[in-house]
């Protein structure tokens, strides 16, 4: 009976020895690390570029690509799907794995250039649709910290829609029941915002905030030197 209960209490040790190296290889290793991020973005069918560093300190990607298929927007004279594509080049991130085992996301900084959202045209059915009275609850079961955002170079377009800001950047945290954000920046050739306050993640969402803002006009014939706007909400 002892001779049993100590061959499976060595079985179990060496079981716990090989997760543990297992895990310690995927994370510690780049051959591991840019394996399973590999693996996984395959399975969602994302494309990555060239990768350089591993999961327990951060990786930096050449680029991260996106493309699917909206079957509920369709060409008006094929009448097939339409894409919807996203891309973010030199893509880097540094976090903390350790803070999962606290039920949290620490992501000391996030940086990406070069993003690039291609919607297609918004098509107007002209079907009547129902009131939407269902707000969701935001809460998420783990905290995700973001100590440093940015995000330069930024794209969208959509039919003959373009939109373009040359940075987003700042610090938030989502939580069980607040979302968080601090000096969160967007900034385009012609204005910038900066918010910073909190909001309840039930329905109806209550908001405490600070809001400011700088829209630059445009120099004319009439007003060669540029005008600037400033406010706080």
């Not at 969402?205 to 706007?229: G, I, K």
């Amino acid at each position: 009976m002892l001779k049993k209960l100590r061959n499976i209490f060595f079985s179990i040790l060496a079981l716990c020895i090989i997760l543990l190296a297992t895990v310690s290889a995927l994370l510690e290793t780049e051959t591991g690390s840019h394996w399973l991020v590999t693996r996984v973005a395959g399975l969602v069918d994302i494309q990555l570029g060239a990768m350089s560093g591993n999961l327990r300190r951060g990786l930096d990607i050449e680029f991260i690509e996106y493309q699917t298929l909206d079957s509920n927007i369709e060409n008006q004279t094929q009448k097939q799907p339409q894409t919807i594509r996203y891309r973010a080049e030199q893509v880097s991130f540094r976090w903390r794995p350790a803070d999962l085992l606290y039920s949290a996301v620490f992501i000391q900084s996030l940086q990406a250039a070069n993003l690039r959202i291609n919607m297609p045209a918004a098509v107007d059915d002209k079907k009547p649709s129902e009131p939407f009275n269902q707000w969701p609850h935001l809460r998420l079961p783990v905290r995700i910290h973001l100590d440093q955002l940015l995000i330069k170079d930024i794209e969208y377009l959509q039919g003959d829609t373009r939109l373009h800001w040359t940075r987003v950047s700042g610090s938030m945290s989502w939580g069980t029941f607040h979302l968080r954000y601090k000096n969160l920046a967007l900034m385009s050739e012609d204005y910038a915002l900066l918010l910073s306050g909190s909001t309840n993640l039930a329905f109806p969402y209550a908001t405490d905030a600070n809001l400011q803002w700088q829209w630059h006009a445009a120099t004319t014939e009439e007003h060669p030197q540029p005008l600037q706007y400033m406010g706080t909400t």
